[in-house]
């Protein structure tokens, strides 16, 4: 089945019961809607993915950032940054045995103890990430070019995996979609017309929307937990 705002909009619809009665929202005041607000919201919690090559070229000097190791990330005009997933870097420390040919199997071990040894007494390097777009290092990178995978806002539904796009994605736009309606309704408990009054349901929506909410809230924590800090 296609991933689009149609598809979208029939499913909200189906579940609003506009068979039955009529929705004074159009569908792009909900399309418009969902793309303010439930887009972004479901990319926080499964964000979409996107690589960048940092350079020795993006290293800044900025004082209040009180670290000679901060570059400023080259993000792409179109990309809606969240924060980032991983930062990729060669390790040299491993190539003492990589270039190195062993036909004594002592100084193999002795090869890999030096190694071991190198690695316990290497500094820790952590990164922090700072918005708008900035890449802070507690120590100097082990080399001048590394890859920075980012967390982006998606921009079309596409790009959402088919699984949490109806397991998730759908109930959140349904969610946003009653509480949109409530708000638009919640000055009236009906309406009277000259066919006769009209229930608005908002007890029922408000309902509904709770029981949707607490769906959605354990979906949500049984997703694997994002890492937020990275130490190599």
Not at 38 to 67: D, E, K
Not at 140 to 159: A, G, K, Q, R
Request: hydrophobic letters at 40%; glycine letters at 2%; aromatic letters at 12%.
């Amino acid at each position: 089945m296609a991933q689009n705002w149609n598809n979208i909009v029939n499913f909200v619809k189906a579940n609003l019961g506009t068979k039955h009665s009529s929705i004074e929202l159009t569908d792009d005041e909900f399309v418009s809607y969902f793309k303010e607000q439930s887009l972004p919201y479901f990319s926080q919690i499964i964000p979409l993915q996107h690589w960048i090559l940092v350079t020795g070229a993006h290293l800044i000097n900025t004082p209040n950032m009180y670290s000679q190791h901060t570059y400023k990330l080259p993000i792409p005009e179109n990309l809606n940054l969240i924060d980032i997933a991983c930062v990729y870097m060669a390790d040299h420390s491993e190539n003492f045995l990589n270039d190195t040919f062993y036909t004594n199997p002592a100084d193999l071990v002795m090869a890999n103890t030096f190694n071991d040894m190198n690695q316990f007494l290497k500094s820790v390097n952590d990164y922090q990430f700072i918005k708008p777009d900035y890449l802070r290092f507690s120590d100097e990178p082990s080399i001048d070019t590394f890859i920075v995978e980012l967390n982006i806002e998606h921009s079309t539904l596409n790009t959402i995996p088919g699984d949490m796009y109806h397991k998730l994605f759908k109930q959140i736009c349904l969610v946003d979609a009653y509480e949109l309606v409530i708000n638009n309704r919640n000055k009236y408990n009906n309406l009277t017309t000259p066919f006769g009054a009209i229930d608005l349901n908002i007890d029922y929506m408000t309902q509904r929307s709770q029981e949707l909410r607490q769906k959605i809230d354990d979906i949500i924590d049984n997703l694997p937990h994002r890492e937020y800090l990275e130490i190599f």
